[in-house]
């Protein structure tokens, strides 16, 4: 069975699927060698793109990092850190915006400060918060991703229709 909250939007209402807490594992933080795993690699994929040897998908990882931290501030954990988030996000956008133009993925000084900052958050976060908050945070980050993948795409099949008219 599966929790039903509803949030009021414009005129409409939205159902969330929360999935239940299905064990008292679920109640505890991450297990202590996923959450290592999970850090070293994250922590290593900054120290690369600080030291230039980044790519795209090294940027992607930063991006769903700040996506999951976010979610899990507005949870309730990490909260008092918005100005942490707010300075990541403007450096993760116009670094990828540089990668993107020069195929150069690397992050300067400033960036890898914010970033290192944000990495510290979610590390407190992952120990601190139950796997369940976990989860859901990283549920709403490949939600996000997947509703901004469609309008990318309708956008693109707009542009081709157009284009052959």
């Known amino acids: 069975m599966t ?3 509803s949030t009021s ?4 209402k939205r159902v969330t699927f929360v999935p239940p807490v ?16 999970l850090s070293i690699e994250q922590h290593l ?4 793109l600080y030291r230039g040897a980044g790519d795209a998908a090294y940027m992607g990882t930063m991006a769903e990092i700040l996506f999951v931290c976010c979610f899990m501030a507005e949870d309730g954990y990490g909260e ?4 942490d988030i707010i300075a990541a996000q403007e450096h993760l956008f116009r670094t990828h ?5 020069t195929g150069t ?8 400060a914010a970033f290192c900052k944000l990495l510290t958050l979610h590390d407190s976060q992952l120990r601190q918060a139950p796997s369940y908050a976990v989860f859901k945070a ?6 996000s991703i997947r509703t901004e993948n469609q309008s990318l795409s309708r956008a693109k099949a707009q542009m081709l229709e157009a284009e052959a008219a």
Not at 45 to 48: D, I, R, S, V, W
Not at 80 to 83: A, F, Y
Not at 105 to 112: I, L, T
């Open 3 to 5: 929790a039903r909250t």
């Open 9 to 12: 939007q414009t005129k409409s």
């Open 22 to 37: 299905r064990s008292k594992a679920m109640l505890l933080p991450l297990p202590q060698g996923l959450f290592d795993h």
């Open 45 to 48: 994929k900054l120290e690369a």
């Open 80 to 83: 008092g850190h918005d100005k």
């Open 97 to 101: 915006a540089q990668g993107s133009a």
């Open 105 to 112: 993925w690397s992050f300067d000084d400033e960036a890898y």
């Open 138 to 143: 990283n549920e709403r980050m490949l939600q």
